[in-house]
């Protein structure tokens, strides 16, 4: 039987070549901080405008679901990690086999890949999670009235909201997919949180502080993340028990976002976990003192894991493109929020915006709470993603 | 007669491309920094494996003291900086007049490149500075003998430690530069201080916190610098205002690095003044909220001004390549400077190193600054940069 976590002695005179797959706006904010290190970079990815092409050491064109693509692309590095879920699994098991190492590892991965295996290893190791019944098709969906108001999630294929249907009637059983999914019971949400987790190759252990996610109660999209969390300590050490035993039960060194959701009598669950850097970590690049793109590399490279702690309070915006144009970005307001103490834009360079796609993020950090949600709502009303072309 | 400053009212809308000369660390992390705005980025440098090739959009090789070379690449952008003064100025000269930006602009650009104009630039406002005389030549280095103890410098051609002798007695007056060159009263030095200035498109000013250059008293080498420099409060005021005059007159908007020297009696003297970001200013990426590199590309870009308040006071530590070897580096020592708390490390990506080459550097934060000098001692005997090749 092959070790689940080895431990790993990495040669550390020499440079370590790093590939990782996907071009996004996480990759190219690891790239910002790999350049830091003695790392030798490779990125593969469909679109050479991709927002990491240009950062990176060594740029190849590929499709990161292909099996050939990934398995060529392997061969040029020693290590591999991924900035989106969607890769394909055999041929990192094939690298792993050859000795590559993976952050996260292919067991890791494979869990988290499938929401199926997801929910059985949350039930597996004790950890709490909505109760969920696990469908093969629609029959056995049909067959699960009792069970509503749920939220059925496609087994592989979801992502980003996509392969997800709320079920709240028996007539929204029939709108249900026929494929294997899970059937969450739906759980009266108080607060969204997130936890970054950082293990690191002899399963040192990393806990960023907690997120909380808020909500425009009217449209229901995400308006900012909070770190820390406003939570009692008791909500705190839950989460943060749960989180840890999430990362350490999936038994492979990476950085791990664990999305939690509380309800209004105390209970803390797991609603899913992303083996990866998550856009719930990015305010730790200006927020703390080291991010979770720094514990990353560290991880990858064998060194020492950061310090975790928050330099200040912060808060998080997404950019996100307006609905009604496309095309080439127009950051409408820039210059008003970099007058703003303390706020810091990253714009991920992508060629061109479409309604509700991610083209940045603000931070803004301040010693006091009521100071940042002040400056987060002015920021949210001054920043608009708008593009050339109106529709 | 052209305006010395002209108000410029950028048209944000658009992607500006910048065009960086000299691709070194300097340019590095100002790549890191740019990541986070919308500037399409270019770099000209002979070398192709050098430290921000892999970084910018475009890179091109080619040489920055070239008249054509420059020109050409100048075709290409809208903006351009320096990360070296060492570069053509006569061909920045045609681009301005057709109507590129160049921070710092040639006028303030020429007045730094010579020694010569520099000290009377200083002189004509007013600006304290070692006395100084003029020398087109060796017959008249000759006839100084009671100006000693002085130091020539060469007017141009200098960087680095390299085109200043040091003039104790008549006899090192022979061994001289016979070139046209300045030769400074010698100051007894009290302190070395560094302050890193802003200034605008529309003359707005920000001044970071002063630096304290420490030398090893053994060596004669820089030790650390830190920041906030341990000086009075009046010698603080005087700082702050000779190197706000300074960056003033030049007339410019541009990062400016003031190094000044004080003497046992209170006086501040201005030694010399990078028109650009420097090794003095490095500790800003995690000491301020907005670093050096950010300031930079904000003015650039046409955005308000940075906050320069330090997060934290901080020391930062070159990485110099040690002596006797030479070739690909090896960081000795890395993982266990990373173990220290807020220890941030900086490798330049160089693909060889030499004795004496600027490889890297680290930078701690503390808010004790006998933590700092405690981390910093313990850095300094921990990392070395050797190389494969032994001599």
Known sequence: MLPLFAIFTIQRTI????????????????????????????????DENCPAASLCDHFVKGDIRDFDAVLAFGQHVESLTIEIENVNLKALEKLEAEGKRIYPNTRALGIIQNKILQKQFYREHEIPTAAFKVLQGKDELMAEGGFLPAVQKLAVGGYDGRGVLMMRTEEDLGKGFDEPSVLEKMIRVHKELAIIVAIGPNREQGLFPPVEMVFDPMLNLLDYQICPANIPE???????????????????????????LTDDVGNVYVNETAPRVHNSGHHSIEGNYSSQFDMLLRIILGYPLGNTDNILPSMLLNLIGEHGYEGEPVYEGLEDVLKIENAFVHIYGKRETRPGRKMGHVTVISSDKRDLQHKANKIKHTLKVKGIIKK
């Open 15 to 46: 440079m370590i070549r790093l590939g990782i797959l996907g071009g996004g706006q996480l990759g190219r904010m690891l790239l910002q901080q790999a350049a830091n290190y003695p790392v030798e970079t490779w990125v593969m990815e469909n």
């Open 234 to 260: 008791k909500i705190m050490w839950k989460a943060e028990a749960i989180s840890l035993s999430v990362a350490r039960n999936l038994k492979s060194p990476g950085v791990f976002a664990v999305e939690l």
